[in-house]
T-cell receptor, first 113, second 115 residues
């Protein structure tokens, strides 16, 4: 799986958009970008994933650059409950078999009043 | 609610003892993963099962073992416990009926304290 680089921490004011960057310059053509988050001591939570097109769901938007070497997770209106560690993971999405999902150190997002 | 159930939520035991952590995956999910997260540490992948068979192994100690049963629930057995085994242990499942493995759904974890 391709390696990812994320800033260790970020702050965001409540109500503003939180833009979390991730670099994955060695990404392969069949690797997807996944985002998870972990609120303190809770189980990690899947947020969103994408291959090359921008994706949006009820939680967030994922913007992937045209060369796919970086991406940005956008929380459009951050709330205090979005304070968490956010993990960007790049891996192949395969059916029938499985391989380990490796979490790095992520970005600790602190949402403040 | 992810649909993944882990028991017990909290467990306190002594060094040298053995414990079993249980995980019930989401309905229909075939893959179960186990992760360990020590205090202020990242998530460490331990082991993964797919439809009853071991599929991937991470940094799992020899004192630890796991299995997945025919009903797809999984158990993680930790023996000869040491103080350093104190951690949160998470189970995750994925796969559903299509078997895609990217979107993992995690349980709330079992917090193990070894005294």
């Amino acid at each position: 799986d391709a390696k990812t680089t994320q800033p260790p921490s970020m702050d965001c004011a409540e109500g503003r958009a939180a833009n979390l960057p991730c670099n994955h310059s060695t990404i392969s053509g069949n690797e997807y970008v996944y985002w998870y988050r972990q609120i303190h001591s809770q189980g990690p939570q899947y947020i969103i994933h994408g291959l090359k097109n921008n994706e949006t769901n009820e939680m967030a938007s994922l913007i992937i650059t045209e060369d796919r070497k970086s991406s940005t997770l956008i929380l459009p209106h951050a709330t205090l409950r979005d304070t968490a560690v956010y993990y960007c993971i790049v891996r192949v999405r395969e059916a029938g078999t499985a391989s380990k999902l490796t979490f790095g150190t992520g970005t600790r997002l602190q949402v403040t009043l | 609610d992810s649909g993944v159930t882990q028991t017990p939520k909290h467990l306190i035991t002594a060094t040298g003892q053995r414990v079993t952590l249980r995980c019930s995956p989401r309905s229909g999910d075939l893959s179960v993963y186990w992760y360990q997260q020590s205090l202020d540490q990242g998530l460490q992948f331990l082991i993964q099962y797919y439809n009853g068979e071991e599929r991937a192994k991470g940094n799992i100690l020899e004192r630890f073992s796991a299995q997945q049963f025919p009903d797809l629930h999984s158990e993680l057995n930790l023996s000869s416990l040491e103080l350093g085994d104190s951690a949160l242990y998470f189970c995750a499942s994925t796969g559903g009926d299509r078997g895609y493995t990217g979107e993992l759904f995690f349980g709330e974890g079992s917090r193990l304290t070894v005294l």
